[in-house]
C-alpha cells in the first residue's frame, strides 16, 4: 500500500479496498472541539460516565476505528479495555 499511494496519502485500505479519507480540519475540528468541551463539562459536573478523545472502537479483530469524540456511561464503562472499546461507546 504505501509503496503505491505513498506514506502521506489521503487513502487508507478498508478490507482490501483503497477508499478516499475524510479530511479533518478547519472548521470540523472547531466544532468538534465545541462540541467536546460541552460534552466535558456537563459529564464533570454529573459524574455520568468518561469522554474520550479519538478513542479506538474495536469494530471487529481486524478493524479498529478512531471516532472524534465518545462518551461511555459509567454502568457500560467495563466495554473499556485493553486501550479500545469493545462494544459501540454509548455515543
Excluded at 472548521?27 to 460534552?39: K, N, Y
Aim: proline letters at 4%; hydrophobic letters at 40%.
Amino acid at each position: 500500500f504505501v509503496l503505491v499511494y505513498g506514506e502521506d496519502t489521503e487513502r487508507e485500505l478498508i478490507d482490501g479496498t483503497v477508499v478516499g479519507r475524510m479530511e479533518t480540519y478547519g472548521e470540523h475540528d472547531r466544532v468538534s472541539e465545541w462540541l467536546e468541551s460541552i460534552f466535558v463539562a456537563f459529564l464533570q459536573a454529573r459524574k455520568f460516565g468518561t469522554m474520550l478523545c479519538a478513542p479506538p472502537v474495536k469494530i471487529h479483530d481486524r478493524r479498529v476505528r478512531r471516532p472524534d469524540f465518545a462518551y461511555v456511561s459509567r454502568e457500560n464503562a467495563r466495554a473499556l479495555k485493553e486501550g479500545a472499546f469493545h462494544q459501540a461507546p454509548d455515543l
